[in-house]
T-cell receptor, first 111, second 114 residues
Framework: DQQVKQNSPSLSVQEGRISILNCDYTNSMFDYFLWYKKYPAEGPTFLIS?????DKNEDGRFTVFLNKSAKHLSLHIVPSQPGDSAVYFCAASSKARQLTFGSGTQLTVLP | DAGVIQSPRHEVTEMGQEVTLRCKPISGHNSLFWYRQTMMRGLELLIYFNNNVPIDDSGMPEDRFSAKMPNASFSTLKIQPSEPRDSAVYFC????????????FGEGSRLTVL
């Protein structure tokens, strides 16, 4: 029973356009959400996070939106760049501090 | 500063053999996590330690898997006997205790069991 779901295994976007990656969760105890980025043959690296008391957090080209009523979060990348091509993992944390990850979305930004 | 260090980076073994994966967390981090990445399930938490003590091993698939953390700078994940379905990338990650969220991952150990 996956508590964090990324239903799109892949996404292709043209360079300069917006990339929107989606994530859904089922556990209402989750109170902190993160996005990780992973290049081939490397470990995941932290990208951006959001607390459940907020609905938006922005860091440069990256913005994460949280809709608690829908148990949905999304990562927006604008403008998308070829270097953004990677696997993006959504993750959620509860008071127990463990991170539960989704299955990932492969983003390909086409030049 | 050195990040999380894992070894080996690649391991190819035959079914039934014992596999030992190793991890050195970032110095000063007192929480350590073992994850497994597969195509179907993404990143699954296998076990995590806090101050060298296993806190939650509910993600360990079965008795063939075991993990130890004898000291703050070293952990092992052992599979005995290994099976083809264990083929995956195994990641170790560490974090400062009490800090929610961000984990620092190693580069992973890719295991292939023939």
């Amino acid at each position: 029973d996956q508590q964090v779901k990324q239903n799109s295994p892949s996404l292709s976007v043209q360079e300069g356009r917006i990339s929107i990656l989606n994530c859904d969760y089922t556990n209402s105890m989750f109170d902190y959400f993160l996005w990780y980025k992973k290049y081939p043959a490397e470990g995941p690296t932290f990208l951006i996070s959001i607390s459940s008391i907020k609905d938006k957090n922005e860091d440069g080209r990256f913005t994460v939106f949280l809709n608690k009523s829908a148990k949905h979060l999304s990562l927006h990348i604008v403008p998308s760049q070829p270097g953004d091509s990677a696997v993006y993992f959504c993750a959620a944390s509860s008071k127990a501090r463990q991170l539960t990850f989704g299955s990932g979305t492969q983003l390909t930004v086409l030049p | 500063d050195a990040g999380v260090i894992q070894s080996p980076r690649h391991e190819v073994t035959e079914m039934g053999q014992e596999v030992t994966l190793r991890c050195k967390p970032i110095s000063g981090h007192n929480s350590l996590f073992w994850y497994r990445q597969t195509m179907m399930r993404g990143l699954e938490l296998l076990i995590y330690f806090n101050n060298n003590v296993p806190i939650d091993d509910s993600g360990m698939p079965e008795d063939r898997f075991s993990a130890k953390m004898p000291n703050a700078s070293f952990s092992t994940l052992k599979i005995q006997p290994s099976e083809p379905r264990d083929s995956a990338v195994y990641f170790c990650a560490s974090r400062m205790g009490g800090h929610i969220g961000e984990l620092f991952f190693g580069e992973g150990s890719r295991l292939t069991v023939l």
